[in-house]
């Protein structure tokens, strides 16, 4: 019985910024990595970035320097700020919270205009 939850999507022009939050509640002793992913229709569900229980962070290539995750332990949440935004970088994105398994949230809509 975990529930997670996004928000902060929406509709941004390119180079704007979007901060997304997701909270993890529920049965929940501990968590381990949280990530966000995202995808597009036809396309595979991409990993984006991913922070450990300690703070590392990892991100794929292309958001490398635009994004940055963070976490709030004591809230059981994540973080994505996203920053010079790119039209590519549209899709839904979905949080992704590590515990004995993986839990995943609704996902919430990232649209990035030209």
């Known amino acids: 019985q975990v529930q997670v939850v996004e928000s902060g999507g929406g509709l941004v022009q390119a180079g704007g910024s979007l901060r997304l939050s997701c909270a993890a509640s529920?049965?929940?002793?501990?968590?381990?990595?949280m990530g966000w992913y995202r995808q597009t229709p036809g396309k595979q569900r991409e990993l984006v970035a991913l922070?450990?229980?300690?703070?590392?962070?990892r991100y794929v290539d292309s958001v490398k320097g635009r994004f940055t995750i963070s976490r709030d332990n004591a809230m059981n949440a994540v973080y994505l700020q996203m920053n010079r935004l790119k039209p590519e970088d549209t899709a839904v994105y979905y949080c992704?919270?590590?515990?004995?398994?993986?839990?995943w949230g609704q996902g919430t809509q990232v649209t990035v205009s030209s």
């Open positions: 529920g049965s929940i002793w501990s968590i381990n990595d």
């Open positions: 992704n919270v590590n515990t004995f398994r993986g839990y």
């Open positions: 922070i450990t229980r300690s703070g590392s962070t």
